[in-house]
Nanobody
């Protein structure tokens, strides 16, 4: 069983910063790609950023140059450094991990963390 625990959300002012963390408990599993998604009320989850196990990254256009995704493979932890925050960044942010075991790949989600940016 794999569990993803997110932390670091909260309230920030426009122009400020927050850092999200996603810690994975994944003994006997290999964690492949990890991702951050966001979701607002009544909306589908949208991909924010992706990082592969080798460290390759990709970002949604709306966050390029402001957000940075990273991971510490030794700690099975992924981060999202959110700078120059805007009110439109307000959402619940979820982490997702693609985990391999026995030749198969499974997806797991965190519980979500609220990010609120005030103007």
């Amino acid at each position: 069983q794999v569990q993803l625990v997110e932390s670091g959300g909260g309230l920030a002012q426009a122009g400020g910063s927050l850092r999200l963390s996603c810690a994975a408990s994944a003994r006997d599993f290999s964690i492949n790609t990890m991702e951050w998604y966001r979701q607002g009320p009544g909306w589908q989850r949208q991909l924010v950023a992706t990082i592969t196990s080798g460290g390759r990254t990709n970002y949604a256009e709306s966050v390029k140059g402001r957000f940075t995704i990273s991971r510490d493979n030794a700690k099975n932890t992924m981060y999202l450094q959110m700078n120059s925050l805007k009110p439109e960044d307000t959402d619940v942010y979820y982490c997702r991990a693609l985990v391999g075991r026995g030749g198969h790949e499974f997806q797991y989600w965190g519980q979500g963390t609220q990010v609120t940016v005030s103007s």
